[in-house]
């Protein structure tokens, strides 16, 4: 055990084991031991990252937004097909940009990324994604 105040004179008669770290919180953090890693951790690592579903979806108005958050929600990746906003007129243009701007701002909490593949396609991946 590792004690933060002693009194003077107190002889250190308790050593503190060596495979122990401490993380990097301060001297408030907890002791972790970090001897080897938990197999049955990391299989229910793995067996999370074996139900990653890609989900496609037709972007037409608002009310897809529920779909792409619940998706992001289960930790799936979501593929948005917005040609049928992006022909140039202004006012699908507007409407494209609100829609995204409710995806990007419900999803925040869950912090995921959105980028745009093509001029044609969205994609809305969970934080555990790297691109």
């Known amino acids: 055990m590792r004690y933060l105040f002693r009194r003077r004179g107190e002889e ?7 495979n122990l770290v401490q993380s990097g919180l301060g001297i408030f953090s907890p002791i972790v031991d ?3 890693p938990d197999p049955a951790h990391e299989c229910r690592r ?22 792409v958050v619940d998706q992001i929600k289960n930790g799936n990746i979501v593929l ?17 940009k609100r829609i995204i701007e409710r995806i990007r701002g419900e999803t925040r909490s869950y912090r995921a ?17 790297k691109f």
């Open 80 to 96: 948005l097909d917005i040609s049928r906003l992006n022909d140039g007129g202004d006012q699908t243009h507007l409407e494209l």
């Open 46 to 67: 793995l067996q999370e990252l074996e139900q990653i579903f890609v989900r496609s979806k037709n972007l037409v108005s608002l009310d897809d937004v529920p779909f």
């Open 12 to 18: 250190n008669s308790h050593e503190e084991p060596t």
């Open 34 to 36: 970090n001897t080897q």
């Open 113 to 129: 990324d959105l980028a745009l593949v093509n001029d044609n396609c969205v994609i809305v991946t969970p934080p555990f994604v």
